[in-house]
């Protein structure tokens, strides 16, 4: 007879409890007007609760706006993403040559580099990279949609291409072996075989994709200096005020955008758990 583990119990509880803390408050400060919270401090009970600062931020901050320009973002970067990783990955796991592995450890280990570093150079990069006006107000990289979508492809390939190598190798080469028989080429091997069979891994990807991509910060806010073209995570920072900061605002403005986060996790959630445990017990 197993022995219950109370210190396990309460070891992962109290850790629930401090992950879930800061939430919960930002979900309770959101629901309150910043008059109770002056008058009665932020952690009281007391005053009124209500959805204001949703209606405020939704309209004020327009998030609408935000959002779209995040599904520009999000969107491209994660199909193109997939899509290279993909075929990178078919290259490195069912062919054998002689810089096959020399290439997948020098895809991962640009995933090493903090971005900090590269900020400066790619900056003046894009700066300097020319583009047709009617697709750059600017004429250059700079201040659109295309710099940050090539950043953060070019970032998560790494990640990508590891992973869905590893999971190609788990599928048995007789098929690819037996499509070389039938006349398949490369193309059609890759296409028709190998990129079926890896549907679980690209699903569960694609979720980890989507969220990472809506959720960065850093490279909008260093490559977009258009207000109207921040996507969500940059663009909510224009409800802090100039002089004044409304907490309860920003409380409501944070909470909205975690939203499509969790409807994209719910979403594929059967395909995420799927393509992370499917292929475990092989090897």
């Not at 509880?13 to 109770?36: C, G, H, N």
């Not at 960065?216 to 920072?237: A, E, H, M, N």
Request: with cysteine.
């Amino acid at each position: 007879m197993r022995r219950p583990r109370y210190g396990t119990h309460l070891f992962l509880l109290a850790m629930s409890v401090l992950w879930l803390a800061p939430l919960l408050w930002t979900l309770y400060t959101s629901l309150r007007p910043k008059a109770d919270t002056d008058k009665y401090g932020y952690w009281s009970l007391q005053g009124s609760f209500g959805f204001g600062n949703y209606a405020t931020a939704w309209t004020q901050g327009r998030l609408p706006t935000y959002f779209v320009n995040s599904i520009y973002i999000a969107v491209p970067a994660v199909i193109l993403t997939l899509v290279l990783a993909s075929m990178m990955a078919f290259a490195v796991s069912r062919f054998t040559w002689k810089f096959n592995v020399t290439l997948l450890i020098l895809f991962t280990a640009g995933n090493m580099l903090p971005p900090q570093v590269l900020a400066a150079p790619l900056f003046e990069m894009f700066k300097h990279t020319p583009l047709p006006y009617q697709l750059s107000s600017s004429g250059s990289l700079l201040d659109t949609y295309y710099a940050v979508i090539a950043v953060e492809t070019a970032f998560q390939l790494g990640f990508c291409t590891f992973v869905l190598s590893n999971y190609m190798k788990t599928l048995p080469g007789e098929l690819t072996e037996a499509a070389l028989v039938d006349g398949a080429g490369v193309w059609r091997q890759f296409r028709r075989i190998v990129l079926p069979l890896t549907r679980p891994a690209l699903a569960a990807l694609a979720t980890l994709q989507v969220i990472w991509l809506y959720n960065d910060f850093f490279w909008p806010l260093l490559f977009i200096q258009s207000g109207d073209r921040l996507p969500i995570t940059t663009g909510v920072s224009s409800l802090q005020g100039q002089f004044l900061m409304n907490y309860n605002l920003i409380a409501a403005g944070a909470t909205i955008t975690v939203i499509p986060t969790l409807v994209v996790y719910l979403a594929l959630q059967r395909h995420f758990v799927a393509g992370l445990t499917l292929g475990a017990s092989k090897g």
